[in-house]
């Protein structure tokens, strides 16, 4: 064989082995064994309690869904009037959702129904709410797993 061809096979080797470790070292693992999942909270500052609901009872993976936000403050007296942001994403694969979801009404008592939440592939995944009310401007991130 000549030489120069078991050059090239070899660096070609060389290559592939390399990239499939460093597929293999950047796979995300198992979410953190202490993650919490809760779906009621307080807000980061205290100002608020939230709660959020999957609105079709589940999640399913792949497909569009809508959720349930409930906001109180710390008298647990409903949020009445907030505005919000809603921001996500998979903090093991450093990408964000994959839609832009929105809060599309106050549906009283606190409530507020979230569109446009989709969760595309299996893992960890963040929901953070930014939330302004009457009491001011505060944050509540969500730990979904599928």
Do not use: C
């Amino acid at each position: 064989m000549n030489p120069r061809l078991k050059v090239v096979i070899a660096t070609a080797v060389a290559i592939v082995v390399v990239a499939a470790l460093v597929v293999w070292v950047s796979m995300p693992g198992e979410p953190p064994a202490d993650l919490d999942v809760a779906r009621a909270k307080a807000s980061e500052n205290g100002l608020y309690n939230v709660a959020i609901e999957p609105e079709a009872g589940s999640i399913k993976q792949g497909e569009m869904h809508s959720w349930v936000i409930t906001v109180t403050d710390t008298r647990k007296a409903p949020v009445e009037d907030a505005k919000f942001v809603i921001d996500g994403g998979m903090p093991q694969h450093h990408h964000g959702l994959p839609t832009s979801p929105a809060v599309t009404a106050a549906l009283g008592g606190g409530k507020y129904r979230l569109e446009g939440v989709k969760f595309n592939m299996s893992g960890w995944w963040e929901l953070r709410l930014t939330i302004d009310g009457a009491a001011g401007s505060d944050k509540a991130t969500f730990n979904i797993v599928l």
